[in-house]
Each structure stands twice: as structure tokens, then as C-alpha cells.
């Protein structure tokens, strides 16, 4: 835990108003530290987990978390805001506010460590002294938590009062209350009292599996303790899957579902009385489902869960139903809001086949000549001792990755409006746009199309003993008809040949028109730094290598020049003129020579976020005479990232780097220039900011850190 939260990332002064806000100022922390690659395509995640279910919690606790491939190591921030921040919680704003971030393939050990997090929430003292922390320091050691060498385990609760482990490492709180963890298997509880003890099992799950898992869990727990209940838990999140050992199932006299995924194996629980909620249920009341289920079995409704394919939510308790997952974003966003989040998902998952497939194909150029397109399958004829045959086979592996933009797309644009039922019709609609040669744009509306018409079928009403098959059958089915017969016969066509009148522009550009281009891309990869009108240009640019041309090399060149200028300038800046910075500044400047040279716009956020009237105009106008030289000196790029380390794929590489070079050094100079006219008119508290090197201005220093009004 110790690598996963430092006082970097904490924030004990958390200014933010709404929750995008928050999250954005905490994941700004997570980039800066190089947490995070990409900041948009992570907030796109977090949003589209977010649209699910609300992340806020009883007793002020927000906890937005998801699992990104944006995120390269796991990692927790957290701030404290004064005012409080809406996260959906039924008592009000929260004011401490946690942002998890895991790989997309986080390890089991990991994700245990988070779910540890989320039980130690539930304690009143943890949280409280949480809200009395002094510094960032202090609250960074309260959530790394004890590491002395006995320790149990990651998600051992060593440290909480009454909490001890049985000899498999399953979870005891009290006698025959117990939790199964990830690789045990939780045996039947104390038979002492087998005869006046009322049992249930229950099984808790949320969609990302981090946090609300563990916490449904540990609030059922506590409640069966103070009903003198014994209550067996299994926890269905991503940090593990372990079944509850039949004979606890076959003792129990009551089940509890405190899920917004399906159960897995829920045929194991039928024949039992069942009460069946959505997971924030099990966090907020669990005591009411304890006597509800009681009620239940007094009473003998046998009711256990249905069975069969498609069941996502068991019949359970009378007055119970399904917890679909709502993917149509949150209650008062405008459309336009709704519209960019689900964009933006659809972007951040095609990006790494972006980055996949088009560094292959690079490669395959860069080894075996512009020619090795025409070389025949590697199927059919490769010598392993050939370097064509192997450029060949680089080749054709990054160009399958490419075949899977539009769909992913156009499936994950659906993904996000309508959660998982959308990635079908998205899938099938994006592969359409494929087939008709429709490009971005193509994919683009085929994902829109599919998630607006899962969305339609979801309202429909059904009969009761439908709605088994509606997911796995009759959703898939009417919306990929409607795609399939909108796509090839209705919008298809129309975007198509709108995409090859912009392909064959591109193939034309050249001179002034060209040059024009470059300033419009470099001013638009500099505006907001990662942010969605860069991923525009961005998406714009990789559009143009599904089916590369002249043009479109250009435009993937001149899209990545520009957008290498906002960090390198920076860090050019806080090396050339560091007493203009704070020293927080000048460490971030170190860090971002590197991210600007990987072309990691969002290495410049920092600076921008405490400087914004200075630090943007300035990265704008570098980018554009950097996307301007690029298109004038004509350089190409195939390859979608990469940053310096691709100079040898690049057309025309010294010519680029002269063209990086500049726009780079004209940022500098307007951020230095703009710096040094604020100083003049500001000296004091200037000078207290170089002064924080050494300590000296104290408490005028720690304010100097304070962005001014703007």
C-alpha cells in the first residue's frame, strides 16, 4: 500500500465543487507522478463507471474508482474538501473523497489491498481520523496502514479492534461470523449453537469489483453480529472468486444478493429464501435485509433465485427487481456532456489498438521497405531466416489490430451509452462501417446508432418470463437488426462517401492549405492538454491510418509534433528560468522532459492548472508553429505514438525534430516573458516563491503555491 498513496497524492484542501471536478484535481496528481498516461481517457472511464451507480457513500465518503487501461500501476489519491462534493450519497455531499485507480490487468494482490481500504472505511474511528489529519504526510501513513513484518496479509485486519484470522486465512470477526477470501474457501461456522442461531450466506458484487464489494460485505457482517446472526459472505470482486463451501450453503436459512453484476453460479442458492438488492443496499441498510430475509424464512416463502442463461437478477423478495446498469450519464447533465463521455470512451479503448497495430505496421516499413505491403501472407510462405519475412509478419499482425478500430470504436461508444448490452450491435455496426469503407466517422455513428437503440429496446416492457432472454437473446437481436439495416442502407452510404471526399482532400493538401491544417491541429492538440478537443485531433489524425496516404501521414505527423510541445516547453522553462516556479514546479518540470518526449501531452497539466492564462496561450501558439513546420517540411508518421523514440519512422526526421524544436522554444519564451511581466507588477509574492528553496519564506511561501485568480 506503501507504493500505491503518497503525500503527493493527497489534497487536504480539495477546492473542487462537482465530482468531475474532484476527480479530475486527483487524477491531475495521478498523471503528474506517472500514475496515469492519459488523463482524458482515464476520466472517461471513471465517468462511464460512475454513470453505472453513484460512487458516493454514507457518513460523507465518496470513492470513485474504476479499472483503466490508462492506469500503469494501482494507485489511490485522496482529498479532503471543506465544502463538500455531491457523489450521489442519499445523506448528503462527501468530504473525503478517494479516486482508485487499477490496470486494466491489475494482479489479484493489488486489487486485495484495495478492497482492504474499502472495508477499513466502515471504522468510524479510521475516518474520523482521516478528517483531523494535520498534513498530508500523516494521511498518506493512516491509508498505507501497518506494515510490520507479521502482518497477516494485505487485507489482513490486523489493525482493527475484535478482528482476527482463522488458520485458513478466512476472515473472522466474531465466533461463526465469517468472510471468504480470495484463495480460501469459507467452511461451515461454529456449530455451537447451531440450533438457536439463524444463518445466512450472501453474496456481494459491484460492477468494478474494488470497493463496494468489500464494503457491502463488511456492513453485512457488522449487522449480523449485532442481530446475533451468523452471516457468511462471499465477495465477487476482481481481486478473486472463491466459492462458499456447499455445506455452509446447504446449513443456511437465509440468502442476501447485494449485487450490480450478475451472481455467479446462482443456482448454487436456489430452494432458499432469497432477498435479492442492488449492492449499494447491502452498504447502506444491511440490518433491514437481515430482518427481511428472516421475516421471509418464518414465513416459508421458499424463493430461492432463478435459474438459467440470462438470469441477471435472482426473483428474490417480493418487491424486488433487476439493477440494470444505467449508462445514460448522470441526472442534470446537459446532452452535449452525455455525448462527449461516451465519445471518449469509445476513443480510450481503441487507442492501444491504435497503438498496437500502428506500431507493427511501422515496424514492418522500417525493416522491410515501403514495399512490404505487397509481400504475400506469412501463412502461406515465411523463411525464418529472411528479415522480409519477418517485416512481413509485423506488417500483417498490426494491420489485423487495425481492422478492430471501428468496431472496438463503435462498440465501446455503445458500451458506454448502454453497458454491456450495447457491445453487440456496437461490434456488428462498427464492422458495417468497416465492410462500406465509411471510416471514423462510420464507427463513430454506428456507435451511437447501437447504444441509442439498446437504450429504446431496454424500455420496452416484456412479460414477466422474458426477461430471462432479454440480454442474452431479444437485446442482441432487434438492435443489430436495426444497426445492420440503418448502416448498410440508411446512414452508411452518406458517410461513406463523406469519408472518402475527406480522404481524398487529404491526398491533395499540399502548400498553404497544408500549413493552414498544421496550425488548426497544433492549436487544438495544445488547448486543453489531453483534453477532449486534443483526443478530436487526435482521433482525426488516426482515422487517417486505417487507410494511410500522403496526407494523412502528415496529418499523424504534425498531430504528434504538436502535441510534444506543451511538457517539453515546461520543463525547457523550469530549467532555463526556475526561479519563475515554485520548487513543487520545478520537480514537475523534470518529469515532464520525459513525458513531452513520449508524447504525453498531459505532462504539461500541472503548470497549466496553476497558470492557466499564461501556460495554455503559450503551449497553443508553440504548437502551431510546430504543426505548421511539420506540414511545410512535409514530414510523415505511421505510427501513432511514440514520440522521439519513432524518429526513425518518421519521413524527413531532422526536418521534425527542427519543427518540434521551434514550437518548443517559442512556448518557452512567451511563458518567460509572460512570467517575468507578472513578476514586475507582483514582486512579493514572486520572490516568495523562489524563496520556498531553502525553506526561508515559510508560511508566504506555502501561499505564494496558491494559483491567482484568474
Given at each position: 500500500m506503501s507504493e500505491m498513496i503518497t503525500a503527493d497524492l493527497v489534497d487536504l484542501d480539495l477546492a473542487a465543487e462537482t465530482k468531475k471536478a474532484a476527480v479530475r484535481s486527483l487524477a491531475e496528481r495521478m498523471v503528474t507522478l506517472g500514475r496515469v498516461s492519459d488523463l482524458d481517457g482515464f476520466l472517461a472511464d471513471v465517468a462511464a463507471r460512475e454513470a453505472r451507480m453513484p460512487t458516493g457513500l454514507d457518513g460523507g465518503i465518496g470513492i470513485p474508482h474504476c479499472r483503466s487501461a490508462h492506469v500503469t500501476e494501482?494507485?489511490?489519491?485522496?482529498?479532503?474538501?471543506?465544502?463538500?462534493?455531491?457523489?450521489?450519497?442519499?445523506?448528503?455531499p462527501a468530504d473525503l473523497i478517494f479516486l482508485i485507480a487499477a490496470p486494466a490487468g491489475a494482479d489479484d494482490t493489488h486489487l486485495t489491498i484495495l478492497s482492504a481500504l474499502a472495508r477499513r472505511l466502515m471504522d468510524e474511528d479510521f475516518t474520523t481520523a482521516l478528517r483531523t489529519a494535520a498534513d498530508a504526510t500523516a494521511v498518506a501513513?493512516?491509508?498505507?496502514?501497518?506494515?510490520?513484518?507479521?502482518?497477516?496479509?494485505?487485507?489482513?485486519?490486523?489493525?482493527?479492534?475484535?478482528?482476527?484470522?482463522?488458520?485458513?486465512?478466512?476472515?473472522?470477526?466474531?465466533?461463526?461470523?465469517?468472510?471468504?477470501?480470495?484463495?480460501?474457501?469459507?467452511?461451515?461456522?461454529?456449530?455451537?449453537?447451531?440450533d438457536r442461531v439463524f444463518r445466512i450466506v450472501a453474496v456481494t458484487s459491484c460492477p468494478t469489483g474494488i470497493a463496494h464489494t468489500y464494503m457491502a460485505a463488511e456492513a453485512l457482517e457488522k449487522a449480523g453480529q449485532h442481530a446475533g446472526v451468523e452471516v457468511v459472505v462471499e465477495p465477487q470482486g476482481s481481486a478473486g472468486f472463491s466459492r462458499l463451501d456447499p455445506a455452509v450453503i446447504a446449513a443456511a436459512d437465509g440468502v442476501i444478493f447485494a449485487h450490480d453484476v450478475p451472481v455467479r453460479e446462482k443456482e448454487r442458492f436456489a430452494g432458499k429464501p432469497t432477498v435479492d438488492v442492488g449492492v449499494k443496499a447491502g452498504i447502506n441498510r444491511p440490518a433491514e435485509l437481515i430482518a427481511e430475509v428472516r421475516a421471509k424464512a418464518e414465513r416459508g416463502e421458499l424463493t430461492g433465485?432463478?435459474?438459467?442463461?440470462?438470469?441477471?437478477?435472482?426473483?428474490?423478495?417480493?418487491?424486488?427487481?433487476?439493477?440494470?446498469?444505467?449508462?445514460?450519464?448522470?441526472?442534470?447533465?446537459?446532452?452535449?456532456?452525455?455525448?462527449?463521455?461516451?465519445?471518449?470512451?469509445?476513443?480510450?479503448?481503441?487507442?492501444?489498438?491504435?497503438?498496437?497495430?500502428g506500431l507493427l505496421i511501422a515496424l514492418g516499413f522500417a525493416i522491410g521497405g515501403y514495399t512490404v505491403d505487397k509481400a504475400p501472407s506469412v501463412a502461406e510462405h515465411f523463411v525464418w531466416t529472411d528479415h522480409t519475412s519477418w517485416a512481413a509478419l509485423l506488417f500483417q499482425v498490426g494491420g489485423l489490430a487495425f481492422t478492430f478500430l471501428l468496431p472496438v470504436l463503435a462498440g465501446y461508444i455503445a458500451y458506454g451509452m448502454a453497458d454491456?448490452?450495447?457491445?453487440?450491435?456496437?461490434?456488428?455496426?462498427?464492422?458495417?462501417?468497416?465492410?462500406?469503407n465509411a471510416g471514423f466517422l462510420g464507427g463513430l455513428a454506428a456507435g451511437l446508432i447501437a447504444g441509442g437503440t439498446v437504450m429504446a429496446v431496454q424500455r420496452i416492457r416484456v412479460p414477466a418470463p422474458l426477461r430471462g432472454i432479454m440480454p442474452v437473446v431479444v437485446i442482441p437481436l432487434l438492435s443489430s437488426a436495426v444497426v445492420g439495416l440503418l448502416m448498410f442502407l440508411v446512414v452508411g452510404k452518406p458517410i461513406a462517401?463523406?469519408?472518402?471526399?475527406?480522404?481524398?482532400?487529404?491526398?491533395?493538401?499540399?502548400?498553404?492549405?497544408?500549413?493552414?491544417?498544421?496550425?488548426?491541429?497544433?492549436?487544438?492538440?495544445?488547448?486543453?492538454?489531453?483534453?477532449?478537443?486534443?483526443?478530436?485531433?487526435?482521433?482525426?489524425?488516426?482515422?487517417?491510418?486505417?487507410?494511410?496516404?500522403?496526407?494523412?501521414?502528415?496529418?499523424?505527423?504534425?498531430?504528434?509534433?504538436a502535441g510534444m510541445v506543451p511538457p517539453l516547453a515546461m520543463a525547457l522553462t523550469t530549467t532555463v528560468r526556475g526561479k519563475l516556479f515554485t520548487r513543487t514546479e520545478r520537480e514537475?518540470?523534470?518529469?515532464?522532459?520525459?513525458?513531452?518526449?513520449?508524447?504525453?501531452?498531459?505532462?504539461?497539466?500541472?503548470?497549466?492548472?496553476?497558470?492557466?492564462?499564461?501556460?495554455?496561450?503559450?503551449?497553443m501558439v508553440g504548437g502551431?508553429?510546430?504543426?505548421?513546420?511539420?506540414?511545410?517540411?512535409?514530414?510523415?508518421?505511421?505510427?501513432?505514438?511514440?514520440?522521439?523514440?519513432?524518429?526513425?519512422?518518421?519521413?524527413?526526421?531532422v526536418?521534425?525534430?527542427?519543427?518540434?524544436?521551434?514550437?518548443?522554444?517559442?512556448?518557452?519564451?512567451?511563458?518567460?516573458?509572460?512570467?517575468?511581466?507578472?513578476?514586475?507588477?507582483?514582486?512579493?509574492?514572486?520572490?516568495?516563491?523562489?524563496?520556498?528553496?531553502?525553506?526561508?519564506?515559510?508560511?508566504a511561501g506555502a501561499a505564494a503555491k496558491v494559483p491567482e485568480p484568474v
Amino acid at each position: 500500500m506503501s507504493e500505491m498513496i503518497t503525500a503527493d497524492l493527497v489534497d487536504l484542501d480539495l477546492a473542487a465543487e462537482t465530482k468531475k471536478a474532484a476527480v479530475r484535481s486527483l487524477a491531475e496528481r495521478m498523471v503528474t507522478l506517472g500514475r496515469v498516461s492519459d488523463l482524458d481517457g482515464f476520466l472517461a472511464d471513471v465517468a462511464a463507471r460512475e454513470a453505472r451507480m453513484p460512487t458516493g457513500l454514507d457518513g460523507g465518503i465518496g470513492i470513485p474508482h474504476c479499472r483503466s487501461a490508462h492506469v500503469t500501476e494501482a494507485t489511490l489519491a485522496f482529498g479532503r474538501s471543506a465544502r463538500g462534493v455531491d457523489f450521489g450519497a442519499p445523506d448528503g455531499p462527501a468530504d473525503l473523497i478517494f479516486l482508485i485507480a487499477a490496470p486494466a490487468g491489475a494482479d489479484d494482490t493489488h486489487l486485495t489491498i484495495l478492497s482492504a481500504l474499502a472495508r477499513r472505511l466502515m471504522d468510524e474511528d479510521f475516518t474520523t481520523a482521516l478528517r483531523t489529519a494535520a498534513d498530508a504526510t500523516a494521511v498518506a501513513a493512516l491509508l498505507q496502514g501497518p506494515a510490520e513484518p507479521g502482518d497477516a496479509g494485505p487485507d489482513a485486519p490486523a489493525d482493527e479492534p475484535g478482528v482476527r484470522a482463522d488458520e485458513r486465512g478466512a476472515r473472522v470477526d466474531e465466533p461463526g461470523v465469517q468472510v471468504a477470501e480470495p484463495g480460501t474457501t469459507a467452511t461451515e461456522p461454529d456449530t455451537t449453537a447451531a440450533d438457536r442461531v439463524f444463518r445466512i450466506v450472501a453474496v456481494t458484487s459491484c460492477p468494478t469489483g474494488i470497493a463496494h464489494t468489500y464494503m457491502a460485505a463488511e456492513a453485512l457482517e457488522k449487522a449480523g453480529q449485532h442481530a446475533g446472526v451468523e452471516v457468511v459472505v462471499e465477495p465477487q470482486g476482481s481481486a478473486g472468486f472463491s466459492r462458499l463451501d456447499p455445506a455452509v450453503i446447504a446449513a443456511a436459512d437465509g440468502v442476501i444478493f447485494a449485487h450490480d453484476v450478475p451472481v455467479r453460479e446462482k443456482e448454487r442458492f436456489a430452494g432458499k429464501p432469497t432477498v435479492d438488492v442492488g449492492v449499494k443496499a447491502g452498504i447502506n441498510r444491511p440490518a433491514e435485509l437481515i430482518a427481511e430475509v428472516r421475516a421471509k424464512a418464518e414465513r416459508g416463502e421458499l424463493t430461492g433465485p432463478v435459474t438459467g442463461a440470462g438470469s441477471d437478477s435472482g426473483s428474490g423478495a417480493a418487491g424486488s427487481h433487476p439493477t440494470p446498469l444505467d449508462g445514460t450519464g448522470e441526472p442534470g447533465e446537459g446532452y452535449a456532456t452525455k455525448l462527449r463521455t461516451w465519445l471518449m470512451s469509445g476513443v480510450s479503448y481503441m487507442v492501444p489498438f491504435v497503438a498496437a497495430g500502428g506500431l507493427l505496421i511501422a515496424l514492418g516499413f522500417a525493416i522491410g521497405g515501403y514495399t512490404v505491403d505487397k509481400a504475400p501472407s506469412v501463412a502461406e510462405h515465411f523463411v525464418w531466416t529472411d528479415h522480409t519475412s519477418w517485416a512481413a509478419l509485423l506488417f500483417q499482425v498490426g494491420g489485423l489490430a487495425f481492422t478492430f478500430l471501428l468496431p472496438v470504436l463503435a462498440g465501446y461508444i455503445a458500451y458506454g451509452m448502454a453497458d454491456r448490452p450495447g457491445l453487440v450491435p456496437g461490434f456488428v455496426g462498427g464492422s458495417i462501417a468497416l465492410t462500406i469503407n465509411a471510416g471514423f466517422l462510420g464507427g463513430l455513428a454506428a456507435g451511437l446508432i447501437a447504444g441509442g437503440t439498446v437504450m429504446a429496446v431496454q424500455r420496452i416492457r416484456v412479460p414477466a418470463p422474458l426477461r430471462g432472454i432479454m440480454p442474452v437473446v431479444v437485446i442482441p437481436l432487434l438492435s443489430s437488426a436495426v444497426v445492420g439495416l440503418l448502416m448498410f442502407l440508411v446512414v452508411g452510404k452518406p458517410i461513406a462517401s463523406l469519408q472518402k471526399a475527406l480522404t481524398d482532400w487529404l491526398s491533395g493538401l499540399s502548400g498553404t492549405n497544408a500549413i493552414i491544417l498544421g496550425v488548426v491541429l497544433g492549436l487544438m492538440m495544445c488547448f486543453d492538454l489531453g483534453g477532449p478537443l486534443n483526443k478530436v485531433a487526435y482521433a482525426f489524425a488516426v482515422g487517417g491510418l486505417a487507410n494511410p496516404n500522403e496526407g494523412s501521414l502528415k496529418v499523424m505527423a504534425a498531430v504528434m509534433a504538436a502535441g510534444m510541445v506543451p511538457p517539453l516547453a515546461m520543463a525547457l522553462t523550469t530549467t532555463v528560468r526556475g526561479k519563475l516556479f515554485t520548487r513543487t514546479e520545478r520537480e514537475n518540470g523534470k518529469a515532464a522532459w520525459v513525458l513531452g518526449a513520449s508524447f504525453i501531452t498531459e505532462g504539461a497539466i500541472p503548470f497549466a492548472a496553476a497558470d492557466p492564462l499564461r501556460v495554455i496561450p503559450s503551449a497553443m501558439v508553440g504548437g502551431a508553429v510546430t504543426g505548421g513546420l511539420s506540414m511545410l517540411f512535409e514530414c510523415t508518421l505511421r505510427a501513432p505514438h511514440g514520440g522521439i523514440f519513432v524518429i526513425l519512422l518518421i519521413g524527413n526526421p531532422v526536418l521534425y525534430l527542427i519543427a518540434v524544436a521551434a514550437g518548443t522554444a517559442v512556448s518557452t519564451g512567451l511563458v518567460v516573458l509572460l512570467k517575468a511581466a507578472r513578476k514586475t507588477g507582483r514582486p512579493d509574492q514572486d520572490e516568495d516563491a523562489t524563496r520556498t528553496e531553502d525553506g526561508a519564506a515559510g508560511g508566504a511561501g506555502a501561499a505564494a503555491k496558491v494559483p491567482e485568480p484568474v
